[in-house]
């Protein structure tokens, strides 16, 4: 009873609140409080945004709905962030009024979202709800790098350490290297950990001068092949971008450990030689794991164009499995990722150094053939709409000699679902045109052997022309209704088609 009590209590509180609110905004002289997201136009932009040490800014159109989602979650997290000490101000710009500064900043779709550093734009990778931008933009406004005061935290990363080291050397922070190696480093503290130091013990130890910039791998991935560190002068202001370069070069050791937490970020790169093991760097199984990476390291000094990591095989379970290797009976198994997404496995064999460098030799010279997982060919695929398999996406969509319209979509997703009835008809449509296939792949269960179709969300549908199927056209309409897929159809089509009605 007294819960009942209690509960019946707050709610009349909360009414009570209510009403007040009501009655406060239907005042004749109510005016709404301020909004905490400023609004910047061409006349106060640079003075604004020149001045701050960093500030959000958002590029928006008043009539997109991805804006107008977004619009209640920034204002209320840019009243959050204005109640921190130092603030981060959040600011809006709309970009259909504005032209010139989207034009100026390269804003190309809504919403675009920005970083400023004194006036210096950095792109925003954060999360757009209240609080992935509230805790994205207070990470972003801390320093990008990190003091080190003493050679034993150098140390202390060799020996221990995961993953690379990016050390700066400079003699203080009126040191012009130094401020050139934190704008750099801003643009990068998402992809790695940037540190620096005025101590010159620890530039002895780097066996480096004051002004360098320092890559270090951590002992367990050092090998006899390649230098233990790499450093650039970084003294003569060389550009952002060849700091980048560097730095990306020699991210990475001759045969690293790829791991689901790190392999969008350091193994993009194309072709990826990985050797699968059970890889286990504590100290009870760190000799076998570095004997079969040794093995993987003599064969990788000789194959500088390829990059070569080690990787778990539990942790790539579904990727041994995709490449037909679960059962191999071997304990160390290897393939090949190409730049155009096709996989290459070698035969179950003993593995040693010879037999993965018959292996990747066998690949340069184009031997191999790729592992394409497919569902079965069907037997009967003449209806309005063709499947296309794994096995059979070059026969039907490459055929040099047809137009070729491809849906790619996977069995849960609800737009493919409600774009189904859609699809067929528009296969009946054009089912007698002889040079016009209307085509549909599950993505989730076929391989794509040409790395031209990217499929990032579903249903992504594609237009590949007859004599350049190098060069597909994906659909970019917001309608995929039959009308609006029927002129993507007749604008795009190598020859006039004519439609079951015509005929």
């Given at each position: 009873?007294?819960?009942?009590?209690?509960?019946?209590?707050?709610?009349?509180?909360?009414?009570?609140?209510?009403?007040?609110?009501?009655?406060?905004?239907?005042?004749?002289?109510?005016?709404?409080?301020?909004?905490?997201?400023?609004?910047?136009?061409?006349?106060?932009?640079?003075?604004?945004?020149?001045?701050?040490?960093?500030?959000?800014?958002?590029?928006?159109?008043?009539?997109?709905?991805?804006?107008?989602?977004?619009?209640?979650?920034?204002?209320?997290?840019?009243?959050?962030?204005?109640?921190?000490?130092?603030?981060?101000?959040?600011?809006?710009?709309?970009?259909?009024?504005e032209t010139d500064l989207a034009k100026r900043f390269d804003v190309s779709g809504y919403p675009t979202l920005?970083?400023?550093?004194?006036?210096?734009?950095?792109?925003?990778?954060?999360?757009?709800?209240?609080?992935?931008?509230?805790?994205?933009?207070?990470?972003?406004?801390?320093?990008?790098?990190?003091?080190?005061?003493?050679?034993?935290?150098?140390?202390?990363?060799?020996?221990?350490?995961?993953?690379?080291?990016?050390?700066?050397?400079?003699?203080?922070?009126?040191?012009?290297?130094?401020?050139?190696?934190?704008?750099?480093?801003?643009?990068?503290?998402?992809?790695?950990?940037?540190?620096?130091?005025?101590?010159?013990?620890?530039?002895?130890?780097?066996?480096?001068?004051?002004?360098?910039?320092?890559?270090?791998?951590?002992?367990?991935?050092?090998?006899?092949?390649?230098?233990?560190?790499?450093?650039?002068?970084?003294?003569?202001?060389?550009?952002?971008?060849?700091?980048?370069?560097?730095?990306?070069?020699?991210?990475?050791?001759?045969?690293?450990?790829?791991?689901?937490?790190?392999?969008?970020?350091?193994?993009?790169?194309?072709?990826?030689?990985?050797?699968?093991?059970?890889?286990?760097?504590?100290?009870?199984?760190?000799?076998?794991?570095?004997?079969?990476?040794?093995?993987?390291?003599?064969?990788?000094?000789?194959?500088?164009?390829?990059?070569?990591?080690?990787?778990?095989?539990?942790?790539?379970?579904?990727?041994?499995?995709?490449?037909?290797?679960?059962?191999?009976?071997?304990?160390?198994?290897?393939?090949?990722?190409?730049?155009?997404?096709?996989?290459?496995?070698?035969?179950?064999?003993?593995?040693?150094?010879?037999?993965?460098?018959?292996?990747?030799?066998?690949?340069?010279?184009?031997?191999?053939?790729?592992?394409?997982?497919?569902?079965?060919?069907?037997?009967?695929?003449?209806?309005?709409?063709?499947?296309?398999?794994?096995?059979?996406?070059?026969?039907?969509?490459?055929?040099?000699?047809?137009?070729?319209?491809?849906?790619?979509?996977?069995?849960?997703?609800?737009?493919?679902?409600?774009?189904?009835?859609?699809?067929?008809?528009?296969?009946?449509?054009?089912?007698?045109?002889?040079?016009?296939?209307?085509?549909?792949?599950?993505?989730?269960?076929?391989?794509?052997?040409?790395?031209?179709?990217?499929?990032?969300?579903?249903?992504?549908?594609?237009?590949?022309?007859?004599?350049?199927?190098?060069?597909?056209?994906?659909?970019?309409?917001?309608?995929?209704?039959?009308?609006?897929?029927?002129?993507?159809?007749?604008?795009?089509?190598?020859?006039?088609?004519?439609?079951?009605?015509?005929?």
């Amino acid at each position: 009873m007294a819960e009942y009590l209690e509960r019946l209590l707050l709610h009349r509180q909360t009414m009570g609140v209510r009403v007040r609110k009501v009655k406060e905004v239907s005042q004749p002289n109510w005016t709404p409080p301020p909004e905490a997201t400023q609004v910047l136009t061409t006349d106060n932009f640079d003075d604004i945004v020149n001045d701050a040490d960093i500030i959000l800014v958002e590029f928006y159109a008043p009539w997109c709905g991805h804006c107008k989602k977004l619009a209640p979650e920034y204002e209320k997290a840019a009243k959050e962030l204005g109640k921190r000490s130092p603030l981060i101000p959040l600011a809006k710009v709309d970009a259909t009024a504005e032209t010139d500064l989207a034009k100026r900043f390269d804003v190309s779709g809504y919403p675009t979202l920005k970083i400023f550093r004194k006036g210096k734009p950095f792109d925003y990778n954060g999360r757009r709800e209240r609080y992935g931008i509230v805790n994205y933009m207070i990470e972003q406004s801390g320093p990008p790098s990190k003091e080190i005061l003493a050679l034993k935290q150098v140390q202390e990363f060799l020996k221990d350490g995961d993953d690379v080291t990016i050390i700066g050397v400079f003699k203080g922070e009126s040191d012009p290297a130094y401020q050139h190696y934190q704008d750099a480093a801003n643009n990068l503290r998402e992809d790695y950990k940037f540190h620096h130091t005025f101590n010159t013990e620890i530039a002895k130890f780097l066996k480096v001068s004051q002004g360098n910039l320092v890559v270090l791998q951590p002992e367990k991935f050092q090998s006899k092949y390649e230098p233990k560190s790499n450093a650039m002068d970084i003294g003569g202001s060389p550009e952002g971008a060849a700091i980048k370069d560097f730095i990306v070069k020699h991210i990475l050791p001759l045969v690293g450990h790829r791991k689901t937490s790190n392999e969008a970020k350091r193994y993009t790169k194309r072709p990826l030689v990985v050797v699968y093991y059970s890889v286990d760097f504590s100290f009870d199984y760190l000799a076998a794991t570095q004997f079969w990476r040794n093995k993987v390291l003599e064969v990788a000094k000789d194959f500088p164009e390829y990059t070569f990591a080690i990787a778990d095989e539990e942790d790539y379970c579904t990727e041994v499995k995709d490449l037909g290797l679960s059962e191999s009976g071997e304990d160390v198994n290897a393939a090949i990722l190409d730049e155009s997404g096709k996989k290459y496995a070698m035969e179950p064999d003993e593995f040693d150094s010879d037999t993965l460098r018959e292996f990747v030799t066998a690949f340069k010279k184009g031997k191999l053939k790729p592992v394409i997982k497919s569902q079965p060919v069907p037997k009967n695929n003449q209806g309005p709409v063709r499947v296309v398999v794994g096995k059979t996406f070059d026969s039907i969509v490459m055929d040099p000699k047809k137009d070729v319209l491809t849906e790619f979509y996977a069995p849960w997703c609800g737009h493919c679902k409600q774009l189904e009835p859609v699809y067929t008809d528009l296969g009946k449509k054009y089912k007698n045109q002889k040079n016009l296939v209307i085509a549909k792949r599950d993505a989730t269960a076929n391989d794509v052997t040409s790395d031209r179709y990217k499929v990032e969300g579903f249903p992504p549908i594609y237009f590949a022309p007859s004599g350049d199927k190098k060069n597909p056209i994906k659909f970019e309409g917001r309608n995929r209704d039959l009308e609006h897929l029927s002129k993507f159809i007749e604008e795009h089509a190598t020859k006039p088609s004519r439609t079951k009605e015509e005929l």
